[in-house]
């Protein structure tokens, strides 16, 4: 294994590694800008014009973005506060730039009509990818976050990781080629990946899911083997951000996002922001105790919801209760490469998605298994919702689609009934309308998000 | 009970009521910036000088404060990027309002001594008060935090919320004028009571500590009867503030701060700030289980830590396994009024700490329990600290000097064992030095914060 996969995580690090010198002036000032995530709280400096400049910039282009129909460079200067000719100079760097575009003119009273400006979808573009235990997938997303390209892989488990990163490379690649998106234009990686991950220094540390992985520095040899700039962050953190960019979770209050896939987590968007904690590794839910009984658990305790709530302990409670349908036909003879696909496929999640079927049928030892799931997660969600006082909760992630019907009916009721400030605020609980890949998906966005979204620390330089 | 006392939480309403129109303009200028903990996470403005202005007043406030051996003109326009002009002009402002003073002169290299300048203790001051459902404690504070007064009054379960508000503004007054305070530098009163709380409104809902107190308007009732300003929160809110004051809490990571009182709760730092949900309700914590036995909870589960963990519990468990030495000598005849005052002292919390002290001479019964409740605290706190990748727990509150020895020596090597992220970053477990009025104490540093302290928010106006 080279150095390079296998070096030491270094405090301190650019959480973003720039290979490849960018010719473009406004990434390079969003990227050179501290993240709010990760700029320490301590004492904080008076703001200077020059970079109240680069802030503002990024202020409009967050105004058009937010504004598909489109907004004049009056209502930009109306919604920013800034005035006409600092609004007029910024649009058209970034119409130079080709991060946004005109879209037409609108009539407003007696005067002139007014151009229109909206960001350019294909103005730039991000590549996701989820490294899940199971099942790499990749995406390709525009600047207003929709998919242009996506494709699979498996993970397969004999590879190293120096081998898996390289066969991402091959497929990044490949996926971009076959986008027809221009190269120039790709603004980075974003790799999405199960805990314990070093956001810092971009290492995936030795997670539990990914055996064999140890300290890799995916961050880096990633970069080096595509050339593009590289951000890893865990997968509920990317998962929760897609939901942020798709509308599901979001606005002044905060936010738990409950993935379900192969694992169970937790991604939290607190007053907006999302929450990534000291090393980029919130969202670890796994030993919540939802109950008396269950399975052990690693940890000596009975009931942890990652462990009883599982995917793969749900299917083989199932199987052990004598539930029929849950096994696939077997449509592939040994050795063939369907059968190779198959065996990579999530057979587990696929089995779940039968069981809730055979629910939906009437089957009441199905029902009462998924009902079980439902008031777990319910008792789950009333910890999380009363730790950190949230007004939302979300449901998502692969296995979501199948489980919605139960888990909607369960849910809300008794997290309303369990939750203390259910007198003050409304509390909802909803699934989400992003699918399988929102973890890939969010990894783009995070991506698109580091490069392009204000933070109000990018106005405070901190030492 | 009056309207005002009773009236419903309005929605939207200032956080902070001010009654008397104070003649000071960087107060003024602080109150009615938007606060970064209320603001919504919409559409965000760019900077206007003259915001920035106010901002930078507030920065170069904080500049100051963090250093107490006091900063020359010169050594703030560094740390905060302002102009030497900007800062002469600001610290003119300030040592005007008497907020900062003169702190002597310091000589470096051959240019004439500098003037430094520090806070001005006796600038400003604040009041807090600690609404504990057995004893009311309030105090003074000085501009950097000190108490310069303190006193605690019972709160008596025979009162209704009216008289119990009645008593405390007649204490508040008593206090000030004990403490030889000019009462026109004193910015506020910061209220801390048991959740929920509407931290918008000021109002107190229905608190399972507080019987009877219904949606009490405690914030205008309290700003009425006083004429100071006032603002409510959440009892362990409070406290992590002071926490946070006090140094034992902060810095670039998150934090949980464990109150061990008559409740249990947690108070959270998220990135240098406190978090305190969408409503001010975040640190509930009380039904997170911690194993399989305990009794019963109202909430039907069993070993939620809430219950299982409160003092009155382990007292009552301690006495029904005939742990001996947990009663006070009883000193005083029936209706005397130190027996009164014996009363409504908080006997559950002398209790535990005689269990402690039976423990610490060796009982090993008495000693089985405590390490049974330090092992339960410990399991709270890494679900805690792997849900938020948290790397500072810290316990404190009333009861915690007599539980440090044993939860020094049980919790810290169990909450490491269970963090996900211990490969990644340290995690500390110590205790706190903020001692039995952490919630007092916090209430009012909460007033001196959201006067005097930079938020990055001020920068930014929402609609």
Partial sequence: MSPALTGPPRPGGDSRKRVRPAPRACHDEAVNAPSAVTTPATTRRGSNLPRVGDYNQVVVLEAIRR?????????????????????????????ETGLVEEAGKRGVGPGKPRTLLRLAPRGRFAVGVHLDPALMTFVVLDLVGRPVARSVRPLRPGLGPEQVL??????????????????????????????PVDATTGTLMRPPNLPGWDRVAVRDVLADATGLSVLLDKDVVAAVVAELWAGAVGGPGSAVFFYIGTGVGAGLVLHGEVHRGTSGNAGEMGHLITGPDGPPCSC?????????????????????RGIAGLDAPDRTGPGSPAR????????VGDALGRLCAVAAQGDPDALELLEDMAVRFAKAAADVVNLLDIDQVVFGGPLWEHLAPVFLRVVPELVRSSAVATPIHP?????????????????????????????????????
Same sequence: chains 1, 2.
Wanted: glycine residues 10%; negative net charge; contains cysteine.
């Fill in 67 to 95: 504004n598909v129909e489109g907004l004049s460079r009056v209502e930009v200067a109306a919604l920013t506060g800034l005035s006409p000719q600092t609004v007029s100079n910024i649009c058209r760097r970034l119409l």
């Fill in 166 to 195: 390289g066969e991402v490379a091959q497929e990044v690649a490949a996926l971009v080629a076959a986008s027809g998106v221009d190269p120039d234009r790709i603004v980075g990686l974003g790799v999405a990946a199960p805990g």
């Fill in 300 to 320: 000596g305790q009975r009931g942890c919801i990652g462990e009883v709530c599982s995917p793969r302990t749900v299917v083989e409670t199932a199987r052990r």
């Fill in 340 to 347: 190779e696909d198959a065996d990579h496929r999530d057979v």
């Fill in 427 to 463: 509390i909802t609980v909803r699934g989400t309308s992003v699918g399988a890949d929102v973890a890939a998906v969010g990894a783009a966005c995070l991506v698109l998000d580091q490069a392009f979204s204000p933070r109000s620390a990018t106005l405070l330089v901190t030492h």
